[in-house]
C-alpha cells in the first residue's frame, strides 16, 4: 500500500492536477492499494486565514473578495478536468456550498468581532475540502474509481484545535473501518491533508503545512509500504539552490537526518512527518511531480550510502541573547531561571550554548521576542544584577543558525576542523556554537551578514556538490 500526498503547488491548477491524476494513474500499475492525501491549492489556506483575520477586526471586504477567487479558481479547474457532465455538476455544487459555508462563518467572525482556535481551525480547513472532491473526479475522468474522503473522520487527535496531535489508536480504527472497504472496492481514497476531528466530532487542523504529517499518521494507521510526499522539487536538496547554485538532491536520509533538516527550515517536510514513520519504520519518499521520473530522497531508518555531512540548512530571523557575569559560576539553578523566564515569556529557544567556564549562558530566539526575554530576564535576575554577580543581559539581533546535518558526523573526527578552516579561511565569525551528543548536527550562530558566503564555503568544504 502507498499513501501518496500532494502538495499545494502540485494542486494548484487544472494542468497540474491532471498530472498529479497521471502519477497517481502511473502507480496504481504497480500496487493496486493507493491512498491519495491532498493540500490546498497554493495560497488558498493564507488567503483563508487572512479573510478570517480580517473579519475578525472588522473588514468584510477581504472574504467577499476572497469568495470570488475560491470560486474561479476551483471552478476552473473542475471545468477543466471533469468531463462527465453530472459528475462536474455535482463537484460545482459542492464548491458552491463550501464557498457559501466560508462566507457564513467569515460573517459569524465578523459579527462577535473575535475569532477563536477553534474557529479558525474551521475555516483554514476548508482548502482542502475544495480541493479533494475535485482531484477524486479528476482521477474518476482517467477511468479509474476515486472517493473524496473528508479526514476529520479518519484522524482522531486533541482538542489543540490550531496544532492538533492525533491519537494513533482511535485513528487507526477509523481510517482501517473506512478507508480498507473503499480500496477493496477498487476505489482510490482522495483524503483532505491538514485537516482532522476530536472525538467528538469537532473539526481541528494539524498545524500550517501539516498535509505532510497527515499522510504520515495515514500511512502509519494503514501499515503502508511507503509514504510518497510529493512536492516541487527534486527532492530533500543539500543546502538552499537559491544560494548555492551547486546544490543538489540529497539521495538517502536517515529519520533523524530529516527531522533535523525539517526542523531547521528546509521545508520541504513538515518536522512532525518522520513521527509516525519511525515506529513502523515506514519509508518517506519525497518525489518532484514536475519531475516524476527522478527518483527524490528516500527517508529510511538506516542509510546505506555513507557520507558525513548530507546537507547544511539555515534559519533566518533570529537574535542572540546572553546573560553573562563571574557571579554565574557553580550557582545552581541560573539556567534553570534563565530558560523558565523565557517560557513565560512565550518564546521559543532555537539553541542553547553554555561554556564550561558557566561565566555566560547564550541562547537564540526569533527576533521579534528578543526585546520581551531580554526585559524578562533583567526582572527575574534583578537582584544578581544590583550585586553584580551578573553583568548583563546582551541581545544580538540579525543573527542566523547555520547548521551542518549528517549521522555520519558521529564519531568522525574532523568535521568540526573542516567547518571552522572553511570559515575561518574566508574571514567568517563563529558567534556560538553547538553540538548536540547526538553529533548529528552542529549549529553555528553567524551575523545575518555572513550566512550566504558561510553556506556556500562549507557546502565546497564538505563536497556536497557530489
Ligand atoms: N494547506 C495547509 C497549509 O498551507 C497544509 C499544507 O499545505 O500542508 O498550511
Ligand atoms: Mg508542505
Redesign the pocket.
Known amino acids: 500500500m502507498q499513501v501518496m500526498k500532494f502538495?499545494?503547488t502540485s494542486v494548484n491548477d487544472a494542468k497540474a492536477i491532471s498530472q498529479v491524476a497521471a502519477i497517481v494513474v502511473d502507480q496504481l500499475k504497480t500496487d493496486p492499494n493507493v491512498v491519495v492525501v491532498t493540500?490546498a491549492m497554493r495560497g488558498v489556506t493564507d488567503l483563508l486565514i487572512d479573510s478570517a483575520k480580517a473579519a475578525a477586526r472588522g473588514d468584510r471586504q477581504k472574504y467577499r473578495d476572497a469568495r470570488q477567487t475560491l470560486i474561479a479558481r476551483h471552478r476552473d479547474a473542475a471545468e477543466a478536468l471533469v468531463l462527465d457532465l453530472d459528475d462536474l455538476g455535482r463537484i460545482q455544487a459542492l464548491t458552491d456550498e463550501r464557498v457559501r459555508e466560508f462566507e457564513r462563518l467569515c460573517m459569524a467572525v465578523a459579527i462577535l468581532g473575535e475569532l477563536t482556535d477553534r474557529g479558525l481551525a474551521v475555516i483554514s480547513g476548508l482548502g482542502e475540502r475544495l480541493l479533494a472532491p475535485i482531484l477524486a473526479a479528476a482521477i474518476r475522468a482517467r477511468g479509474v474509481g476515486a472517493e473524496f474522503v473528508d479526514a476529520s473522520e479518519l484522524i482522531v487527535t486533541d482538542d489543540n484545535h490550531a496544532s492538533a496531535a492525533p491519537d494513533m489508536a482511535a485513528t487507526r480504527t477509523a481510517t482501517r473501518g473506512r478507508l480498507l472497504p473503499l480500496l477493496a472496492a477498487r476505489a482510490v481514497p482522495v483524503v483532505t491533508g491538514f485537516v482532522a476531528a476530536t472525538a467528538d466530532g469537532v473539526p481541528t487542523v494539524l498545524g500550517r503545512?501539516g498535509?505532510?504529517y497527515s499522510a504520515a499518521i495515514l500511512g502509519a494507521a494503514l501499515d503502508a509500504d511507503e509514504i510518497q510526499i510529493w512536492?516541487d522539487v527534486d527532492g530533500v536538496l543539500t543546502a538552499d539552490p537559491r544560494i548555492v547554485k551547486s546544490a543538489r538532491p540529497v539521495p538517502e536520509l536517515t529519520y533523524s537526518e530529516a527531522a533535523e533538516l525539517a526542523y531547521f527550515g528546509a521545508?520541504v517536510l513538515?518536522p512532525k512527518t518522520m513521527l509516525p514513520a519511525i515506529d513502523l519504520g515506514i519509508p518517506i519518499s519525497v518525489r518532484n511531480t514536475f519531475n516524476p521520473a527522478f527518483p527524490g530522497t528516500r527517508v529510511v531508518p538506516k542509510t546505506s550510502n555513507g557520507g558525513t555531512v548530507k546537507a547544511i540548512t539555515v534559519i533566518r530571523g533570529l537574535a542572540l541573547v546572553t546573560l553573562a557575569g563571574r557571579g554565574m559560576m557553580g550557582v545552581p539553578g541560573i539556567a534553570a531561571r534563565t530558560f523558565a523566564t523565557v517560557a513565560k515569556q512565550d518564546a521559543n529557544v532555537l539553541m542553547i550554548s553554555q561554556a564550561s567556564s558557566e561565566q555566560s549562558i547564550c541562547f537564540v530566539v526569533p527576533e521579534p521576542d528578543a526585546a520581551r526575554v531580554a526585559a524578562g530576564l533583567e526582572g527575574a535576575f534583578a537582584g544578581e544584577i544590583h550585586r553584580r554577580l551578573i553583568d548583563r543581559v546582551a541581545v544580538e539581533p540579525q543573527v542566523v543558525i547555520l547548521a551542518i546535518v549528517g549521522e555520519g558526523m558521529r564519531g568522525t573526527p574532523g568535521i568540526a576542523a573542516r567547518l571552522f578552516g572553511a570559515l575561518g579561511e574566508h574571514s567568517l565569525n563563529v558567534i556560538a556554537v553547538a553540538q548536540g551528543s547526538s553529533e548529528a548536527n552542529i549549529s553555528l550562530v553567524l551575523a545575518a551578514a555572513d550566512a550566504d558566503a558561510a553556506m556556500q564555503h562549507i557546502h565546497a568544504a564538505f563536497r556536497l556538490a557530489g
Open positions: 502538495g499545494g493540500s503545512g498535509s505532510d512536492t521545508k513538515h
